[in-house]
């Protein structure tokens, strides 16, 4: 199995809601990333968790609340987020996070705040 | 500055004709490169990686060169179909530091092959 799945794969949400994206690998992979993602742009690293454990995080608005319950899950939790936010995020994960690893993306989940 | 720049921006071309993408970085060390094949809203998907001593590396119709020493890939796609419509990203790694982001994307090309 060498798939990344998220859920839900299209989300609207209007600046009052709270909703979570889900992430899920079992590749056994010990690193899991969160992306943004805007049109016609590359990828913006958002947090990093290493052996479930955060890592990074690329100064992310305190709205967007990551958690990783073990480690083949990954969630974001989104609070009071603005229309600016919507944007595809993505989710990766990796072997153990070294410079030499290979990032496996899942579908990305569509955002839209309205 | 740590940046990655591809050219071009986008680019069409007809079903069976051979292209070539460009990614210039200034990433500095560096520790490997990749291209990312990403059909439209859909996560990226590797398909090549080299290393500072690899200046080749072949993936089915991909070919990827490095020149480490101009900081300069690219990414030659042989036979093009139209299934490799989508955008093309390159990744460049820095060493690993501890709580730092050490993976830079380039901006991509769109390519489009057309019937």
């Known amino acids: 199995d060498t798939e990344v799945t998220q859920t839900p794969k299209h989300l609207v949400m209007g600046m009052t809601n709270k909703k979570s994206l889900k992430c899920e690998q079992h590749?056994?992979?010990?690193?899991m990333y969160w992306y943004k993602q805007k049109a016609k742009k590359p990828p913006e690293l958002m947090f990093v968790y290493s052996y479930e454990k955060l890592s990074i995080n690329e100064s992310v608005p305190s709205r967007f609340s990551p958690e990783c319950p073990n480690s083949s899950l990954l969630n974001l939790h989104l609070h009071a987020l603005q229309p600016e936010d919507s944007a595809l995020y993505l989710c990766?994960?990796?072997?153990?996070?070294?410079?030499?690893?290979?990032?496996?993306f899942g579908p990305g989940t569509r955002l839209t705040v309205l | 500055k740590n940046q990655v720049e591809q050219s071009p921006q986008s680019l069409i071309i007809l079903e069976g004709k051979n292209c070539t993408l460009q990614c210039n970085y200034t990433v500095s060390p560096f520790s490997n490169l990749r291209w990312y094949k990403q059909d439209t809203g859909r996560g990226p998907v590797s398909l090549t990686i080299m290393t500072f001593s690899e200046n080749t590396k072949s993936n089915g119709r991909y070919t990827a060169t490095l020149d480490a020493d101009t900081k300069q890939s690219s990414l030659h796609i042989t036979a093009s179909q139209l299934s490799d419509s989508a955008s093309y990203i390159c990744v460049v790694t820095t060493p690993q530091k501890t709580g730092a982001n050490n993976l830079f994307f380039g901006t991509g090309t769109r390519l489009t092959v057309i019937p």
């Open positions: 590749m056994g992979h010990r690193a």
């Open positions: 990766a994960s990796s072997q153990d996070g070294l410079v030499g690893d290979t990032q496996y």
